[in-house]
């Protein structure tokens, strides 16, 4: 791209060379080519129908589970706001827009007494939940996922099944270049203040246990067991991250300005000036020391993006 005016028209906003370090938790991280914010999901599909297709295009929730690296990301980056934020209760299914907050989407659930509880404590919006099949406390968005609504890169405004995305733990199969725009869920029911008792207790659980405070991207490595804490008294630890981490004595090492965070040895955490080199790297020494003390090879949870400096790696 030589600038904006080589791009399709939009309704929307279209910004050259956006910082993107303070759209994520992280904070750290190189500009976005171009960011697009499209004003609704016609304006999203006329803009990706009329894209050249050899321009990539990242879709970018609220930056809860990503590092951006220091060099940028190179194409176009999509970030869904208030045209993809509703929340809407069709008899006992919830309809939720991709810009949707978890959070927002379980206690509106809740209040009319459907149970969508595991999402209150899972930071990010319902596009994230959904692409990475997201979890806690043994319920996973595949457990009451119905369907989604996506463009796909050519501008096609598609309806996908649940069945289609082969949800496992998480990962999907979404197209490459969709961009989900609203998920349909299935919940089971319950007693309105009871599921809002059990947000509490979870709250509660998760404040006591995580490092709510600091500057992180939630989990860093997925669970080599294969599925996510139960919170139950019978919770096995043998393989979960932090436990492998803790066994390979990571709790606590530093890399710059990034740290493995005492409170919770899974939470790769900006402690103050960090780069996005700094983040990843650690979380490369991390993944050696556990494989070297273990022989278990720890898969990131975050998602990183775009270069590092001149190197041309865009995503893994």
Same mark, same amino acid.
């Given at each position: ?26 904070? *750290?991280?190189?500009?976005?080519? @171009?960011?697009?914010?499209? %004003?609704?999901?016609?304006? &999203? !599909?006329?803009?990706? $129908?009329? =894209? ?98 996506? *463009?796909?890169?050519?501008?096609? @405004?598609?309806?996908?099944? %649940?069945?289609?995305?082969? &949800? !496992?733990?998480?990962? $999907?199969? =979404? ?142």
């Amino acid at each position: 791209m030589k600038d904006l005016h080589d791009l399709p028209a939009v309704r929307g906003t279209l910004t050259a060379h956006r910082p993107l370090a303070d759209l994520t938790w992280m904070r *750290v991280g190189g500009p976005a080519e @171009v960011l697009f914010q499209p %004003a609704d999901q016609d304006d &999203l !599909a006329a803009f990706l $129908s009329a =894209l050249d297709p050899d321009i990539p295009v990242f879709p970018m929730g609220v930056g809860s589970n990503l590092i951006v690296r220091d060099g940028g990301i190179d194409g176009v980056v999509i970030r869904l706001g208030r045209g993809f934020n509703t929340i809407t209760i069709e008899g006992d299914q919830v309809i939720a827009g991709a810009a949707a907050l978890d959070a927002h989407v379980a206690r509106k659930a809740t209040e009319v007494g459907l149970d969508l509880t595991f999402l209150r404590t899972i930071p990010g919006t319902i596009g994230g939940a959904v692409r990475m099949n997201a979890g806690c406390y043994g319920s996973y968005v595949a457990d009451v996922l119905t369907s989604v609504t996506a *463009v796909l890169r050519d501008g096609t @405004v598609t309806e996908i099944t %649940a069945n289609s995305l082969s &949800l !496992a733990y998480r990962q $999907s199969t =979404l197209p490459d270049g969709a961009v989900i725009t609203q998920a349909r869920f299935s919940p089971p029911a319950g007693d309105p203040e009871a599921l809002a008792q059990r947000m509490t207790d979870q709250l509660a659980k998760r404040d006591e246990t995580q490092p709510t405070k600091d500057r992180t991207a939630g989990s860093t490595f997925r669970n080599p067991a294969g599925f996510s804490s139960t919170g139950r008294t019978d919770d096995v630890h043998d393989l979960k991250a932090w436990k492998v981490i803790d066994n390979a004595g990571m709790r606590g090492a530093t890399l710059g300005g990034a740290a493995m965070n005492t409170k919770h040895s899974n939470f790769l955490t900006n402690a103050g000036g960090a780069t996005a080199a700094d983040l990843e790297d650690l979380g490369e020494d991390v993944r050696k020391k556990v494989y070297a003390s273990q022989g278990i090879k720890l898969e990131w949870e975050i998602m990183r993006v775009g270069r590092r400096g001149d190197q041309d790696a865009q995503k893994e």
